[in-house]
């Protein structure tokens, strides 16, 4: 059974720092391509960023050069370093593996974590 769990999110002062994690089991997680949504309310989920399984990444105009994502595949983890934190940023922030044509046809979401930007 896949199971992707994040944690991380917080309420947190603009201009902070966050890491969000999101660990993987079940899945082939060297394999996956794996991205970071966000949904803010009243509005619908927006990809955040995404890493590649050789490392490649790609962000939302709206948090390039803010957030970094990066994963650890021996701990099955992917990460997303947010920095100079806005209240526009304040979301559920959730991760994805989407299906593989060489591996899996189905596409895995975790429960997400809340965050929280105050002005």
Do not use: H
């Amino acid at each position: 059974q896949v199971q992707l769990v994040e944690s991380g999110g917080a309420l947190v002062q603009s201009g902070a720092s966050l890491r969000l994690s999101c660990a993987a089991s079940g899945i082939a997680f060297s394999s996956a391509l794996v991205r970071w949504y966000r949904q803010a309310p009243g509005k619908q989920r927006e990809m955040v960023a995404a890493i590649t399984r050789f490392g490649i990444t790609n962000y939302v105009g709206a948090v390039k050069g803010r957030f970094t994502i990066s994963r650890d595949n021996p701990k099955n983890t992917v990460y997303l370093q947010m920095n100079s934190l806005k209240p526009e940023d304040t979301g559920v922030y959730y991760c994805n593996i989407p299906p593989a044509t060489s591996g899996w046809s189905n596409d895995y979401w975790g429960q997400g974590t809340q965050v929280t930007v105050s002005s």
